[in-house]
């Protein structure tokens, strides 16, 4: 499989305000995100995100005006991603792009003492 994988599944629905919003969405190999609403979704209910009062206006499917109120989450405090010591190092991308992941970049300066 590719650095992008995803699984389509059935249409499904999600809801704002009581009104309820047709997706179709993919299910995709992350953490912490609950659903992605693309920018052809976001035209199509004629979105307008207002960062400023943190509200996200939509026209809703019976072309009814609605905004929905933005809660910020706290940020997470820190992401480790480490390689486990049993990678095999015959299966790393660098060894097959040898022309792309140099070992010295062309016309990079020197290392200098400063």
Same mark, same amino acid.
């Given at each position: 499989? !590719?650095l $992008?994988?995803?699984? %389509?599944?059935a249409? &499904? &629905?999600?809801?704002?305000? /009581?009104?309820?919003?047709?997706?179709?969405?993919?299910?995709?190999?992350?953490s /912490?995100?609950? *659903?992605?609403? !693309?920018?052809?979704?976001?035209?199509? $209910?004629?979105?307008?995100?207002?960062?400023?009062?943190?509200?996200?206006?939509?026209? =809703?499917?019976?072309?009814?005006?609605?905004?929905v109120?933005? =809660? *910020?989450?706290?940020?997470? =405090?820190?992401?480790?991603? &480490?390689?486990? @010591? @049993?990678? @095999?190092?015959?299966?790393?991308?660098? @060894?097959?792009?040898?022309?792309?992941?140099?070992?010295e970049?062309? /016309?990079? &300066?020197?290392?200098?003492? %400063?």
């Amino acid at each position: 499989m !590719g650095l $992008y994988q995803f699984l %389509i599944v059935a249409p &499904q &629905q999600v809801f704002f305000k /009581g009104v309820d919003f047709p997706i179709s969405p993919m299910v995709m190999r992350t953490s /912490g995100i609950d *659903v992605i609403l !693309g920018l052809d979704w976001m035209k199509l $209910y004629e979105t307008n995100i207002k960062c400023k009062e943190r509200v996200v206006a939509l026209t =809703t499917p019976k072309v009814e005006q609605i905004s929905v109120d933005v =809660t *910020v989450q706290a940020p997470l =405090t820190a992401k480790v991603n &480490q390689l486990n @010591d @049993d990678v @095999d190092p015959r299966n790393l991308l660098v @060894d097959e792009f040898p022309d792309i992941f140099q070992d010295e970049l062309p /016309g990079m &300066q020197p290392d200098r003492d %400063i």
